[in-house]
DNA sequence: GGCCAGGACACCA
DNA sequence: TGGTGTCATGGC
């Protein structure tokens, strides 16, 4: 893993537990994913696939509108329609064409209730889901985390860029490669897991898009790129 | 008008 | 195994 710029060592105890707990003295507990049931969490998944969430909020919003979002409500659908309704969200054939390979696995495997997720154990579910046409890492692990309640570390670019810009990550590694390093450091706790996704993903947001980003970053006391 | 966003996949060397 | 093109909208 990668050091500090300066020093060509990590800083003194800038671990991710650290990092969580300057987190969660900022914000508090997010306890989060940005969906009513785990159906809209899958859906979510899905769609955010290299997509700004103002716009998977968008398309989610159509699906609602329309009294589709569900299993149900999704299966019966066309393409066409699917499609349509996912407009919003970029890539909308794409992502119809991976929402119905979704819909048919959970049809298939679990009589259509995703619910079924939970009971599966948890390398298993995740083989399964990696199975299905247009599901990777990322998307099976969001499934398996927020929808399925498993004790599942999920990486995404937010991630990356934070633990980068920390020098804790070089910048280059594979999904498994973080992951790892994260599950090494952390106690293997869903709760923990969905909490930290979710400070990470509001860290960016709040301080990281805008320039300069140091001044009133949670993180500022073990960033070894302050002044930069 | 260009660039980017909470990826995944096919194709190629 | 790793690099590249493709999908495609909306916000800035």
């Known amino acids: ?4 710029e300066r020093t060509g060592r990590r800083p003194r105890g800038a671990g991710p537990l650290r990092i969580y707990r300057l987190l969660l003295r900022r914000f508090g507990h ?8 785990p159906f809209e969490v899958c859906l979510g998944a899905i769609l955010t696939q290299n997509t700004a969430w103002t716009n998977v909020e968008k398309a989610l919003r159509r699906v609602r509108a329309a009294g589709r979002l569900s299993f149900e409500g999704l ?4 393409d066409a329609r699917l499609a349509a309704l996912f407009r919003p969200s970029g890539t909308y054939r794409v992502k119809a064409r991976r929402v119905r390979a979704f819909l ?17 154990a948890p390398e298993e579910l995740r083989r399964q889901l ?10 099976a692990d ?6 399925a309640g498993h004790p599942v570390f999920v990486v995404d670019a937010y991630t990356r860029r934070i633990f980068s810009r920390l020098g804790l990550l070089a910048g280059g590694e594979s999904y498994g490669d973080v992951q790892r390093f994260f599950l090494r450091r952390l106690p293997r706790d869903a709760a923990l897991f969905n909490d930290y996704h979710a ?3 509001r860290l960016a ?11 009133a970053c949670p993180l500022e006391p073990v960033c070894p790129r302050r002044g930069i």
């Open 130 to 139: 990696l199975a299905v046409d247009g599901i990777g890492p990322e998307t």
């Open 75 to 78: 299966s019966t659908l066309s």
């Open 104 to 120: 048919s696995f959970i049809e298939s495997r679990y009589g259509g209730r995703v619910e079924g997720m939970s009971r599966e």
């Open 142 to 147: 969001s499934i398996a985390l927020y929808a």
């Open 1 to 4: 893993m990668a050091r500090t």
């Open 205 to 215: 947001k709040e301080h990281c898009r805008a320039r300069p980003l140091c001044s």
């Open 199 to 201: 400070q990470i993903v």
């Open 30 to 37: 997010a306890g989060w994913w940005p969906g009513d049931t």
